[in-house]
């Protein structure tokens, strides 16, 4: 799955056609935060419509956008100069990136609902909110993601971590619920939620902690693992995709998480492979002709 002729269309509409492509969708320095003063009028720029038709995309067929796109919501009533400049940023990244596809097995060797959690504490200095990001994946690609602010201030990294569980686990029910309606079925096994912190494994776990004050509504993991819909499981940072929903990341990092979401091979690049892999291969009439010579010689 691919939007690629939209792409193509953002890219006219905002007259980019030619432009430089870009590695990352914002640049490493970029602020999660609301800097621009509210009392001042935003300039005569079509902002808004770039960042509205992003969005779409980062809800569709583009997860990797998707932190990129959290951001640059943040400022529709505030946006500069610059911010547009940015927007236009993740256009170029597209272009870059326009071969890259939502692929799904149907004999895939996980057919249940896997998940991933992260957090990034404390993302926006103005309010101390953390930032939370999942992905969910069914047939080896993912088919629901997220990323946005928590809706509370945490104190510390664990309860971060804690919370983005919790509101993953939420989206995870839902879609066992589908699942189960589609198949007119329970599902036999309980969806395997990955995170990187293990403290919010033990706190799921009921382990006792000094997180008595987390608001009652992330404990639903609590409940959603003592009824066997879930299960916790630790992942390393290094190989959890939901990092990707949390923070701005450098290009190699990135581009190992993609990798394992989406199909980044160009179709340019599978063509070459299987005209090379075809050019290794000596064709049978070859092979006739040089035993024929090799009898001859004999």
Known sequence: MSQKHYINTLLDKFHMQDCKTAQTPLPMGFKDSLEANENEEPPDLPYRSLVGSLLHLSTTTRPDIAVACSMLTRRMS???????????RVLRYLKGTIHYTLCFEAKHRHNDLVAYTDASFASDP??????TGYVVNLAGG???WCSRLQRHVTTATAEAEYVAVGEGMQEVIYLRQLQEELLDAPLPHATTVHTDNQPAIAVGNMATSKMRHIRL???LTRECIADNIATLKYISTKDNPADLFTKLLDKQTMIHH??????????QQVTQASSTEQSTRLPLTTRDNSSARQEKLL
């Not at 505030?78 to 236009?88: V, W």
């Not at 993609?258 to 179709?267: A, F």
């Open 78 to 88: 505030t946006y500069t100069a610059t911010d547009f400049s940015t927007a236009k």
């Open 126 to 131: 103005a309010t101390g909110r953390s930032r």
């Open 142 to 144: 993912p088919i629901s």
């Open 217 to 219: 509504r992330y404990h």
């Open 258 to 267: 993609i990798s394992t979401l989406l199909n980044v091979e160009s179709s």
